[in-house]
T-cell receptor, first 116, second 116 residues
């Protein structure tokens, strides 16, 4: 069964510093998608970044980048120059496809606190 | 583009009554919509997947007679919680996918249901 594990329930970072959130997953597929979502206190899920497994190059979106290690099944999120608005729950997700259907499998989340 | 709305954003109902939650894709046609449930301080759990014009596919353990899902058009899916009980109190989130070739899900802002 596909699982997504986020081993850090909570993390904190000083404003302007860099923080890395970890995520590992289990799959037998060779081609798949991975996502990081942000859920601020408003509860609105916001896509932060996505990675296609067949691409070796790590995805980058402004201050957000990933370290995708396919063999190790690791997909960590690095936030550079952290801002107060980055404070939120962060969920790692794996796009599971089975028999023509699909679903997102989410990790349990990491609560990120940004200290001024 | 790709905005998803939910209505209502917050609802309180008495135990034993039914409540309907709407999910709309405002600027695109969604062939597939997903319904998630999120308990406090927990991750999102997929409840069901609905495709326009066909019956919803429910995840294991989700009561299809209790959580009725209708995807009558390409822009609207509804979730009806029937005979609600206090344990149904939760945060319900929908997401929508544009088409078969699209892998990204766009999330609504969620609906907080409180059953008294």
């Amino acid at each position: 069964a596909q699982t997504v594990t986020q081993s850090q329930p909570e993390m904190s970072v000083q404003e302007a510093e860099t923080v890395t959130l970890s995520c590992t997953y289990d799959t037998s597929e060779s081609d798949y998608y991975l996502f990081w979502y942000k859920q601020p206190p408003s509860r609105q899920m916001i896509l932060v970044i996505r990675q296609e497994a067949y691409k070796q190059q790590n995805a980058t979106e402004n201050r957000f980048s990933v370290n995708f290690q396919k063999a190790a099944k690791s997909f960590s999120l690095k936030i550079s120059d952290s801002q107060l608005g980055d404070a939120a729950m962060y969920f790692c997700a794996y796009r599971l496809t089975q028999g023509g259907s699909e679903k997102l499998v989410f990790g349990k989340g990491t609560k990120l606190t940004v200290n001024p | 583009g790709a905005v998803v709305s939910q209505h209502p954003s917050w609802v309180i109902c008495k135990s034993g009554t039914s409540v309907k939650i709407e999910c709309r894709s405002l600027d695109f046609q969604a062939t597939t919509m997903f319904w998630y449930r999120q308990f406090p301080k927990q991750s999102l759990m997929l409840m069901a997947t609905s495709n326009e014009g066909s019956k919803a596919t429910y995840e294991q353990g989700v009561e299809k007679d209790k959580f009725l899902i209708n995807h009558a058009s390409l822009t609207l899916s509804t979730l009806t919680v029937t005979s609600a009980h206090p344990e149904d109190s939760s945060f319900y989130i929908c997401s929508a996918r544009k088409g078969a070739g699209s892998y990204e899900q766009y999330f609504g802002p969620g609906t907080r249901l409180t059953v008294t």
